[in-house]
């Protein structure tokens, strides 16, 4: 498994942009597919986006599509999830996560980060 470790909350206007950054510990970042889950209160935690461990393959969850973007950087072992034109039901928290195989990614993460809250104000 790999530690995770999320920044780049915080409070936003509708219409804004945050880049959220989850860097993992370890050498095999590479060979991890990774994925951004969030969770609304009382709403049950849900995928976002997720790429594959090379990024040839991506998922986007279509509440999201063409406003989120996940991007991968091997060589800093750092995933990121870039947030435009952001809406007052993006609030939740938003969690990393990272398996060793892209289906488990985007049912069941075998690592997760303790989550960054994301607030964005009407």
């Known amino acids: 498994q790999v530690q995770l470790v999320e920044s780049g909350g915080g409070l936003v206007q509708a219409g804004g942009s945050l880049r959220l950054s989850c860097a993992a510990s370890g050498r095999t970042f590479g060979s991890y597919a990774m994925g951004w889950y969030r969770q609304a209160p009382g709403k049950e935690r849900e995928l976002v986006v997720a790429?594959?461990?090379?990024?040839?393959?991506?998922y986007i969850a279509d509440s999201v599509k063409g406003r989120f973007t996940i991007s991968r950087d091997n060589a800093k072992n750092t995933v990121y999830l870039q947030m435009n034109s952001l809406k007052p039901e993006d609030t939740a928290v938003y969690y990393c996560?990272?398996?060793?195989?892209?289906?488990?990614?985007?049912?069941?993460?075998?690592?997760w980060g303790q989550g960054t809250q994301v607030f964005v104000s009407s």
């Open positions: 790429i594959s461990s090379r990024g040839a393959s991506s």
């Open positions: 996560a990272a398996d060793k195989f892209f289906s488990t990614v985007l049912n069941g993460p075998s690592s």
